[in-house]
């Protein structure tokens, strides 16, 4: 898909401070004034996390690491939104969990929370009617619940097992009413989470592919022994075989080289159309492999990434990669294979 913008080079930072320069358009400054708040109150929340903050993140983390059920995600109005995004990346990244509207909860979805689970709870006042259901049910059967709220001292907060609880930063709005500062706030602690989650369950990229098959993340997530060609497929010769028929061989397999591999069955080096141009002669279809073939060539390992094989051909300049493992080939990657795959 083409862009339909073209960014140009990201110009020189001005010595202004992120003042707007004079001219700029009206949307222009709003835009930057509302980035200014939003980024004090991302600030203001580092510093909390820093110090008031600490031993209640590192207590949320613990708690829902142990969780043995689901993590269920709920919240009102732009908390709500905010606590769907939040559930979603907690699914995404090895942490079991869903949304459960409050509204809906009064109403039968209590059904889908069990002892087993732990309940997490976005409210910016801490007051919100809707969640008194979700609470009271946490508290009856001892299901933990964690709250993030800009009051401690709120309804939720004082019955919550664990509160994180936010800072009262300005909001963007310039009437105070429409959540900006605090819904971003409310997104990055919930982010904040997720990633600790996943460092602390020692998530890894196999298993974030594991979760998102579909799509460029998922081509992009693919390792070489995903796409690789092998067994039979496999263009190799001897290193004692006459180039007349090692020749053969790397013309019907149409990688354009050829593995050739010693007594041991270990890759000795390969021939390229490179190697055969320099040897170019008379005597070149009598001569042995071992003595047209390139020593000690690139080759990758099954279990990197196929992007990551990608970058290795672009960089050499070559078309073509040997897979070994325990020093013997067992397959090869063309770039063809790659951009088939969806690799980019």
Known sequence: ????????????????????????????????????????????????????????????????????????????????????????????????????????????????????????????????????????????????????????????????????????????????????????????????????LLEAKGFTAHDFKVFHPGGSLGANLKHVSDVMHKAADLPLARENEIMAKALVTMTAKSFGCLGITGKNGHLAGVITDGDLRRHMGPNLLQARAGDIMTRAPKTIAPAMLASAALEILNSSRITALFVVENEKPVGIIHVHDLLRAGII
């Open 1 to 196: 898909m083409q862009k339909a913008i073209q960014l140009s080079k990201r110009p020189a930072r001005p010595q202004n401070k992120g003042k707007p320069k004079i001219g700029t358009p009206a949307s222009v400054q709003s835009a930057l004034r509302t980035l200014k708040l939003e980024s004090d109150g991302l600030e203001q929340l580092a510093l909390e996390l820093r110090s008031g903050m600490s031993a209640q993140f590192s207590e949320a983390v613990r708690r829902l690491t142990a969780v043995k059920g689901r993590v269920i995600v709920t919240g009102i109005g732009k908390s709500g939104h905010v606590g769907q995004k939040i559930a979603a990346t907690f699914a995404s990244t090895g942490t079991p969990a869903f949304f459960v509207h409050p509204s809906e909860a009064s109403h039968g979805d209590l059904g889908m929370v069990t002892p087993a689970d732990l309940i997490l709870a976005l409210s910016w006042s801490g007051e919100t009617v809707e969640l008194k259901p979700l609470i009271i049910y946490s508290r009856r059967f001892a299901v933990p619940l964690v709250s993030i709220t800009s009051r401690a001292d709120s309804a939720l907060g004082q019955q919550s097992d664990v509160v994180l609880e936010l800072p009262r930063a300005k909001e963007a709005c310039p009437h105070g009413l429409a959540p900006t500062t605090s819904t971003t706030m409310q997104l990055a602690l919930g982010d904040c989470l997720a990633i600790a």
